[in-house]
């Protein structure tokens, strides 16, 4: 059963500049929202997988069913591959939302939260040695008079939030956060951090 890591944080806290930290040779990223990564040489680092690229280490795909063949290549046919990183992963489910709005049925939604919960749940079924890092943003859970309770990974749809705890599925969750280290200087200087 593979490490399944989640990375939690609204954007510019880091998550996804936190990438260039991986050794790409034994790194495979699959990109759900197809945006460059940001930071500086990623493109000669990971290279298109494709089937007349095998040895590739990224893809940009949102579709599920193409995600669980990637993870079940890795898992079988790249044993240099340790950490694959579902890179914007709630965008799986926004996407879905999205091209589905016309649909009023509730069986949508279940759908939804299904494709989902199918990819985490993947992790079950490689092999010891991988690591499922999947990067997201996160629901704030406020109180009355406005302040933050709590912050868990963001989900759509009542089903999932009713009938899963998607923190729950995680051997760690790390939140990401920038924290302004001299706000009085003329330009803030700020370090980022993962807080468990």
Do not use: C
């Not at 609204?10 to 034994?26: C, E, H, W």
């Not at 991988?130 to 912050?151: Q, S, Y």
């Amino acid at each position: 059963m593979a490490e399944l890591i989640g990375i939690v944080g609204k954007s510019g806290t880091g998550k996804s500049t936190s990438i260039r930290t991986l050794d790409p040779k034994s790194t495979f990223i699959i990109n759900v929202a197809s945006k460059p990564l940001p930071f500086k040489g990623w493109k000669k680092k990971y290279t298109s997988w494709a089937k007349d690229n095998a040895t590739g280490n990224y893809a940009a795909t949102s579709n599920v069913e193409t995600i669980g063949k990637l993870l079940d290549f890795i898992d079988a046919k790249r044993p240099e591959i340790t950490t694959v990183v579902l890179e914007d992963s709630s965008y799986l489910m926004s996407f879905e939302i999205f091209d589905r709005a016309k649909e009023s049925s509730y069986t949508k939604q279940i759908e939804i939260a299904e494709h989902y919960a199918t990819v985490l749940r993947k992790a079950h079924k490689l092999r010891d040695d991988l690591a499922l890092v999947i990067i997201t943003h996160p629901d704030e859970e406020k109180n009355t008079f406005g302040e933050m309770v709590e912050m868990k990974m963001k989900t759509y749809g009542k089903m999932t939030d009713k009938y899963m705890s998607l923190d729950g599925l995680f051997t760690y969750v790390l939140f990401a956060k920038s924290i302004v280290l001299d706000d009085d200087a003329e330009e803030p200087t700020y370090r980022y951090v993962f807080d468990t």
